[in-house]
């Protein structure tokens, strides 16, 4: 069983069955997409998948296994989810949440302690998680826990599942690793009788503030370099002399020429068999920014402050990969090791500050008075991606400018995630900054051997800190967040927002002689309603020997770039004169009542008090900030469990708002742990709200709805009832006896302006049991979208029972753990330049002859004694090991104890029973092989006997069979080789309709799948999709896979104005049962009455792919087409193309990432046109080189002429 989640535009889909082994399902994938800004996964991501075969396999802290893909657009999707043991019964639901531009997969029982702020969101983060199997953390997720108590990193007790790592006592907190067996969370979830997840881990997360991903952060490089004024202090005598600047990087270059004679200390965190030696050349470069003497070039290329003392810590390696903990232990050291600045060009994801590393950050600087000075990043210039720990509020962040004063396109923009907070704080040059070279290295562009040129926040970063160790030497007095305002309130304005630029390009020519510095911020902060005067003050100080006169101005903005309301911020006075060597002081008042209580423009501001001389300079600025909440009301939420319903379970609620007030908002939608009832306080507006709910109905069986109300106005005191009494069952029936292979249920609430969007599903595979779902019918939506879609996939059985003797013939619903023919076991290993590498091995599932009669004899639970007490040689043997199966079995036990014994003592199958159980499990799924391909274990075959699975109540009426004549009964078995399979698409606009589904045989066109092969081998993917012009989609639902020769009917639902996309993977049976010579092919089609699509019936070749269109002209992308012109650019796009006219890959062309072939990569020189971008500039080039080493002649050749025709 399944369901999903997407909120934001999030895509949703999930898998589940509480399981004391592995289950495996197939969930949805791709199910909605709304106008929310989605962040593209990075080459890396698409790469890693790429190598994998098409997904890659992590775990998450709960033990739950995730196969990771991605998309056509290049962003991650979840391919199949293994559910881990969970201690008690209910079903358990999965969300896929796109959140900030990321994609999340939490579970249900986790998802209340994300939303209460325990767990952190990237624990479930796709990409990092990814990354994280990338770098070999294969076998266990590493995560930093911080503590609410002191010394709580000290005294934790011991967790199973779970083992200590270093203590970070800035953040009074330690690292650890959660092993991927999914017996921590066991413990933490705990076995109580409590309906709240988040009631039910309160013992065993005593004490623990937060459970974070302990992820990655990186170097980054890009382009860019101005001038910053350092000659002029120079010329002051200032260069950094008796200040320490520690560099916490990727290490250094000793014996570099230009950095050699000024280093005061180095230490790795990173375990570097080489200690803090720069294998990368990044650590080296920003060294040598931040103070190099220019020894290597005559003194050509000095650092900004080359007098000062540089500190080394390693704490990336040289792959650029930086651990959090390693980055967190490196701050204290430095801190507390004289360093007076800290450079740190480095950064994680976007974050609201409120991170580990933030968190660090900001407590060491008010600790220790040193100033973190930190790289914004380098994601592209796009609103709130600023990274931590450049989030957080006491580090002085840095944004990089061109040589022009532009800024560069690489750099990230605040505002900051969450509150709306201004960053980054000041800009820096970074681009075509030529510094040191570390060497072997060849990062960036090398000039020569002692230098190398590279771009990117992070060398514009060491440009601020070597400004900052200057400011020191002047003045040893500052504390490190005086030094920051101090180079802020100086920074030259360069015209740009100051979500890009900050206060502007520092400025160490007037930095290095203020005549006037200020004290004090105008960060009001969050504040909630109602609202009250605030007044917070800046103190003036005049250091020159003549008084100095300050014209105010105070222009202050909402977030989005409307004026404030007047008097909603007050200056004390517009012009002050400030005393020389003396201070003078301003007041700012922020009044809130100004706003009102109903249609004040609420959320976050930020502005500049701006202070001009009376020639009208601008003598410095401070910034101002605040977020006004508006008015909350509360919302009851009341939730009515079905007549006769017991153990009823309440999910995740989830309060979405849909009115597009999006300032008003956090970052994320309220989530908190379900109960019946439940009341929330929301602002002033209008919600979606969804709750899942599970029970179990009269006959014992597992019942699952996912109520939402689409659309509830709140504009007092309001109460939401969600009456499943009235809910109506969700089947659908065809012209013969199927069972369900795959289905999801959608339901996709997008507001007017597609700002907001929440999309729930319901998504079932395979299992021992159909699913019994209910939906709740509502009424119009009166704005935005709201659509409910249901699709389907399923097949005729594979196998059939029919018991005789004892009584009338019985049928029995019998089921293999799959109809598929073979399973599949992943192996992943670290190749030796320590990137995964995958196989793929099939494994066979038993099954009995489709034909026959066999005896049946009942052995209790499988026991060795019970088993000597029956003579089960040449029969089926029923087994109720209820001891090892509930809702899942423990299938290693089942497999090796029972079953093992059962074959040993000559029986031919298994039946297993037992109450509740859906699911048999399986084989693991992942092999991890620490030390390449050798050692990986032996692929493990599935089991000794076929395992057929009957519901509990017909096997009890079986064994009364069996008790009252045992040498009568026996079973007729039937069943198919390769079954029918029908596949559907449904869709309702505006409401969720009560409607039950019946297909008759005229609704059905019929699709043969021939699956032609040289040798035996498996189809191990096979999807369909259908779509409309009317309402595209990107979800697809799975088939049964059969072996390769063979063939398999389709019976698809019948739709006007539609295209079918049948999409399948197959590969040949290598040594070992390893799969060898993987292909994948796409077809499309327009089915009309009889079809036929032959796979792999002749060679793949070269060729184009014609777009298949409906008779209204309707066409689905495929990819970008064959011969196509687009204004004066053509794209002589060439496909491998199926012998049955399906597309396997795109050849012949460059891409957004690399010009390719089947043999080698060549990296783009730029942006790449292509047919999505045709307009960007792509001029590259080229040499071509043969074997020896000489340059292959150019040349053309002329070979056919030929002609196209737009289509």
């Keep these: 069983m399944t369901v999903g989640l997407t909120v934001f535009g999030m895509v949703a889909s999930t898998t589940a069955t509480y399981a004391a082994e592995p289950t495996r399902q197939t969930p949805l994938t791709g199910v909605v997409q709304t106008k929310s800004p989605t962040v593209i996964a990075d080459g890396d991501l698409a790469r890693i998948v790429s190598a994998s075969g098409g997904s890659v396999p992590v775990t998450l802290i709960t033990g739950d296994k995730v196969h990771v893909g991605v998309d056509d657009h290049g962003k991650p999707v979840v391919r199949d989810i293994e559910s881990a043991a969970r201690p008690d019964g209910p079903p358990v639901a999965f969300h896929t949440i796109t959140r900030q531009g990321q994609m999340y997969l939490v579970p249900d029982d986790a998802l209340a302690l994300v939303g209460k702020g325990l767990l952190d969101w990237g624990l479930f983060d796709l990409t990092q998680l990814v990354t994280l199997v990338a770098a070999g953390k294969d076998d266990a997720v590493p995560v930093l826990v911080t503590y609410t108590h002191a010394a709580g990193a000290d005294k934790t007790r011991k967790v199973a599942g779970a083992t200590g790592g270093r203590s970070l006592p800035s953040i009074n907190g330690r690292s650890m690793n959660i092993a991927d067996s999914g017996r921590w969370w066991q413990e933490v979830r705990g076995k109580t009788d409590s309906k709240s997840a988040a009631a039910r881990s309160a013992g065993s997360l005593a004490g623990v503030k937060k459970v974070w991903l302990n992820g990655l952060s990186k170097v980054d490089l890009e382009q860019s370099v101005p001038q910053i004024g350092a000659p002029v202090a120079w010329e002051r005598g200032y260069d950094g002399t008796g200040v320490t600047v520690a560099v916490l990087d990727t290490g250094i270059d000793a014996t570099h020429p230009d950095v050699s004679g000024s280093i005061a200390g180095q230490v790795d965190f990173t375990g570097s068999p080489t200690g803090a030696k720069d294998g990368h050349g990044h650590g080296t470069h920003v060294a040598s920014t931040v103070l190099g003497s220019g020894a290597a070039s005559k003194g050509l290329r000095k650092g900004v402050a080359p007098g000062a003392k540089l500190l080394v810590g390693k704490v990336c390696d040289d792959k650029g990969q930086c651990p959090d903990d390693g980055i967190i232990a490196a701050m204290d050291w430095a801190a507390h090791s004289g360093a007076k600045v800290v450079n740190m060009s480095l950064g994680g994801e976007p974050t609201d500050g409120t991170d580990p590393m933030s968190q660090a950050l900001n407590e060491l600087s008010r600790a220790t008075g040193t100033l973190f000075v930190v790289a914004a990043g380098n994601s592209g210039f796009v609103p709130q991606k600023v990274v931590a720990p450049g989030s957080a509020d006491d580090a002085l962040t840095v944004a990089a400018v061109d040589?022009?004063?532009?800024?560069?396109?690489?750099?990230?923009?605040?505002?900051?995630?969450?509150?709306?907070?201004?960053?980054?704080?000041?800009?820096?040059?970074?681009?075509?900054?030529?510094?040191?070279?570390?060497?072997?290295?060849?990062?960036?562009?090398?000039?020569?051997?002692?230098?190398?040129?590279?771009?990117?926040?992070?060398?514009?970063?060491?440009?601020?800190?070597?400004?900052?160790?200057?400011?020191?030497?002047?003045?040893?007095?500052?504390?490190?967040?005086?030094?920051?305002?101090?180079?802020?309130?100086?920074?030259?304005?360069?015209?740009?927002?100051?979500?890009?630029?900050?206060?502007?390009?520092?400025?160490?020519?007037?930095?290095?002689?203020?005549?006037?510095?200020?004290?004090?911020?105008?960060?009001?902060?969050?504040?909630?309603?109602?609202?009250?005067?605030?007044t917070k003050k800046i103190t003036y100080t005049n250091r020159g020997d003549e008084p100095l006169t300050l014209h105010l101005t105070m222009p202050v903005s909402f977030a989005d770039g409307r004026p404030a309301a007047a008097g909603l911020f007050t200056l004390g006075t517009?012009?002050?004169?400030?005393?020389?060597?003396?201070?003078?002081?301003?007041?700012?008042?922020?009044?809130?009542?100004?706003?009102?209580?109903?249609?004040?423009?609420?959320?976050?501001?930020?502005?500049?008090?701006?202070?001009?001389?009376?020639?009208?300079?601008?003598?410095?600025?401070?910034?101002?900030?605040?977020?006004?909440?508006?008015?909350?009301?509360?919302?009851?939420?009341?939730?009515?469990?079905?007549a006769g319903a017991t153990e009823v379970r309440y999910g995740t609620a989830t309060f979405m708002p849909v009115d597009d007030k999006v300032h008003l908002h956090a970052a994320d939608p309220v989530i908190e742990s379900g109960t019946g009832t439940m009341t929330e306080a929301l602002f002033r507006g209008t919600y979606a709200v969804r709750m899942p709910v599970s029970w179990r109905d009269a006959a014992g069986e597992w019942q699952q709805a996912d109520p939402i109300a689409p659309e509830v106005s709140l504009t007092k005191s309001t109460t939401l009832t969600l009456d499943l009494r009235k809910a109506k069952p969700l089947r659908v029936q065809y012209p013969e006896s199927t069972e369900t292979y795959n289905a999801t249920d959608i339901v996709d609430r997008v507001s007017a302006t597609g700002a907001w969007g929440m999309s729930t599903a319901l998504s079932a595979d395979y299992q021992a049991g159909e699913p019994n779902w209910w939906v709740l019918p509502t009424g119009k939506v009166s704005a935005g979208s709201f659509t409910h879609e249901f699709y389907s996939s399923r097949t005729t059985p594979v196998v059939t029972m029919r018991t005789t003797g004892g009584g009338a013939p019985s049928n029995l619903s019998a089921r293999y753990v799959t109809p598929d023919a073979a399973l599949t076991e992943t192996q992943m290993w670290l190749n030796e330049d320590g990137d995964p590498s995958f196989r793929e091995a099939a494994i066979p599932v038993p099954r009995l002859p489709i034909k026959g009669h066999l005896p049946v004899v009942h052995a209790g639970t499988g026991s060795a004694a019970e088993l000597a007490d029956v003579d089960v040689r040449g029969k089926l043997v029923l087994l109720t090991p209820t001891d090892i199966c509930q809702d899942t079995c423990d299938f290693t036990k089942l497999r090796d104890e029972r079953v093992a014994a059962a074959a040993a003592a000559g029986a031919v199958g298994v039946l297993v029973a037992a109450p509740g159980l859906t699911s048999l499990g399986r084989p693991s799924a992942l092999d991890q092989c620490a030390d390449g391909p050798q050692s990986c274990p032996a692929v493990q075959r599935y089991a000794a006997l076929p395992?057929?699975?009957?519901?509990?109540?017909?096997?009890?009426?079986?064994?009364?069979?069996?008790?009252?004549?045992?040498?009568?009964?026996?079973?007729?078995?039937?069943?198919?080789?390769?079954?029918?399979?029908?596949a559907a698409r449904y869709h309702d606009d505006g409401q969720i309709r009560p409607n039950g589904y019946r297909v008759e045989k005229d609704d059905l066109d019929r699709v043969d799948l021939y699956f032609h092969a040289a040798r035996p081998g498996e189809v191990h993917q096979l999807s369909w999709m259908q779509q409309f012009q009317a309402t595209p989609t990107t979800s697809q639902v799975s088939l049964p896979h059969p072996s390769t020769r063979q063939t398999m009917t389709t019976f698809v639902k019948r739709q006007d104005d539609a295209i079918s996309r049948f999409t399948a993977s197959w590969a040949d049976h290598g040594a070992?049962?390893?799969?060898?010579?993987?292909?994948?092919?796409?077809?499309?089609?327009?089915?009309?009455?009889?079809?036929?699509?032959?796979?792999?019936?002749?060679?793949?070749?070269?060729?184009?792919?014609?777009?298949?269109?409906?008779?209204?002209?309707?066409?689905?992308?495929?990819?970008?087409?064959?011969?196509?012109?687009?204004?004066?650019?053509?794209?002589?796009?060439?496909?491998?193309?199926?012998?049955?006219?399906?597309?396997?890959?795109?050849?012949?062309?460059?891409?957004?990432?690399?010009?390719?072939?089947?043999?080698?990569?060549?990296?783009?020189?730029?942006?790449?046109?292509?047919?999505?971008?045709?307009?960007?500039?792509?001029?590259?080039?080229?040499?071509?080189?043969?074997?020896?080493?000489?340059?292959?002649?150019?040349?053309?050749?002329?070979?056919?002429?030929?002609?196209?025709?737009?289509?």
């Excluded at 990230?412 to 969450?418: A, H, K, Q």
């Excluded at 500049?608 to 003598?619: I, S």
């Excluded at 007729?972 to 399979?981: F, I, K, T």
């Design 574 to 642: 517009d012009k002050v004169v400030v005393p020389a060597n003396g201070s003078a002081e301003v007041s700012v008042t922020l009044d809130g009542r100004v706003l009102g209580s109903a249609d004040g423009t609420f959320g976050g501001y930020n502005g500049l008090l701006t202070a001009r001389d009376d020639a009208g300079a601008v003598r410095l600025s401070s910034g101002i900030h605040t977020f006004l909440e508006a008015q909350k009301f509360p919302l009851t939420l009341n939730v009515v469990a079905p």
């Design 1072 to 1207: 070992d049962a390893f799969l060898a010579h993987n292909r994948t092919e796409v077809n499309d089609m327009v089915p009309t009455g009889r079809n036929q699509i032959h796979w792999n019936a002749g060679p793949a070749v070269p060729g184009a792919v014609p777009q298949v269109r409906t008779k209204s002209g309707f066409t689905v992308k495929a990819g970008p087409c064959s011969g196509c012109r687009q204004g004066d650019t053509f794209y002589p796009t060439v496909y491998l193309t199926g012998s049955g006219g399906g597309r396997q890959a795109l050849i012949g062309i460059v891409d957004d990432e690399l010009i390719s072939h089947d043999f080698a990569d060549v990296p783009a020189c730029g942006p790449v046109a292509s047919p999505t971008l045709p307009n960007l500039d792509s001029t590259c080039d080229f040499r071509l080189l043969n074997a020896s080493g000489d340059e292959i002649e150019r040349r053309t050749e002329h070979l056919a002429d030929f002609s196209y025709a737009t289509q």
């Design 403 to 534: 040589k022009n004063g532009e800024m560069a396109d690489f750099s990230n923009r605040g505002p900051r995630i969450g509150d709306g907070a201004a960053k980054p704080d000041i800009a820096a040059p970074g681009v075509d900054i030529v510094a040191a070279r570390a060497a072997g290295t060849t990062m960036g562009t090398p000039v020569d051997q002692y230098y190398t040129s590279a771009n990117g926040t992070s060398m514009a970063t060491p440009h601020v800190a070597g400004a900052a160790a200057i400011v020191a030497q002047q003045h040893p007095e500052l504390t490190g967040q005086q030094i920051k305002a101090l180079l802020m309130d100086t920074a030259t304005d360069l015209g740009h927002d100051m979500y890009a630029q900050g206060k502007g390009r520092v400025d160490l020519a007037t930095a290095t002689n203020p005549r006037i510095v200020p004290k004090g911020n105008l960060n009001f902060g969050r504040l909630v309603f109602p609202h009250s005067p605030v």
């Design 947 to 982: 395992i057929v699975t009957v519901p509990y109540a017909q096997a009890e009426g079986l064994i009364k069979r069996i008790k009252a004549d045992r040498s009568h009964v026996g079973i007729s078995l039937g069943g198919s080789v390769v079954p029918r399979a029908y």
